[in-house]
């Protein structure tokens, strides 16, 4: 799939597109809809299909020291994009300069001037440029006027309430893995480079593959049933922590994915962690034969958990 700047024109054979527009973390069953309609609409007239995203987050222009937050990274949302059918992605980097742009201009200069969109499809909720001044019926009484067609798809409700990224988070903050899965319509995961560490998983019998969270969202601290997706393809069940580690000096926060029946070497590679059920509250334990102990308990229990995975 191709990824295209937002600060660049769109040209050739990408010109003319459709594009669905939001912010799209965790494109979860909402965000699906939109990009279905807009692929939707692409192939019915024979034209290509954009995903457009903003990166950074907007939130991270105006609250730059709020805890981390992300769902996905752009990579994993460049891959999903492509898996529901869009030609590419069109990032969109959310600086001063997008912020103080109006409407107005967001939808005369760049939708239509710089990427050349002959139709923009977004979620009802959508807002864009200069305080949130513009919404999908901005965009409908401008498509009207300057010949493009906008299309607004209504929020996708579940048992609850409408899914949303927000949903999302709490859900994962309170270790409810099921409901994050359900609405995100797969598990959270984690990508990262597996980095060396202090080896105290090797000596307790139980290597990790240690990942840093970076931007992520921080579920529960805790015990979690998980799989490893390789670089070469192949998925692994395993048990991880996500905590600071309260039984070692100094706290360091960390994601220590242990896989069963692995015993290859990860270091430097990159590896996908999804997160599939909480066991249990990260916990300080007096010495390693009990947390020795525990930790053959808990990939008992996530055995259990990844049984029919």
């Known amino acids: 799939m191709i990824r295209l700047d937002g600060h660049q024109r769109i040209e050739g054979d990408l010109r003319g597109g459709v594009i669905a527009l939001g912010n799209f973390d965790g494109f979860h069953a909402g965000h699906q809809a939109v990009v279905g309609r807009a692929v939707r609409h692409a192939r019915d007239e024979g034209r290509p299909a954009i995903v457009a995203t903003f990166d950074p987050h907007p939130v991270r222009l105006f609250k730059p020291d709020v805890a981390p937050f992300r769902l996905t990274t752009l990579d994993q949302r460049q891959e999903l994009f492509a898996a529901a059918g869009a030609d590419a992605m069109l990032v969109l980097p959310f600086d ?24 923009v499809v977004t979620g009802a909720d959508f807002t864009f440029g200069k305080g949130r001044g513009g919404n999908v ?21 579940d048992a609850e309430d409408a899914i ?35 080896k105290k998983g090797r000596l307790l019998g139980f290597p990790t593959a240690n990942v840093d969270m970076g931007n992520y969202l921080r579920p529960r601290y ?35 994915p242990h896989f069963f029946d692995f015993s290859g070497d990860l270091y430097g590679q990159e590896i996908d962690v999804a997160f599939h059920a909480f066991i249990r509250p990260e916990a300080k334990f007096d010495d390693m034969d009990a947390l020795m102990v525990q930790i053959a308990v808990d990939c008992d229990a996530a055995r259990t958990r990844l049984a029919d995975i």
């Open 96 to 119: 001063a300069a997008l912020a103080a742009t109006t409407a107005e201009d967001f939808i005369a200069a760049l939708l239509l001037d710089r990427y050349g969109a002959a139709g």
């Open 137 to 157: 019926v901005t965009l409908a009484d401008h498509a009207r006027r300057l010949g493009f067609f906008t299309e607004m798809v209504a929020p996708v409700d």
């Open 164 to 198: 949303s990224s927000s949903r999302i988070r709490k859900a994962l903050q309170a270790g409810d893995c099921a409901t994050a899965t359900r609405l995100l319509t797969r598990p959270f995961t984690v990508r990262g480079i597996v980095q060396h560490g202090d």
């Open 222 to 256: 805790g015990i979690y049933a998980v799989t490893g997706k390789l670089p070469d393809g192949r998925v692994l069940k395993g048990a991880a922590n996500l905590g600071i580690r309260p039984s070692f000096d100094p706290p360091k926060e960390l994601l220590e």
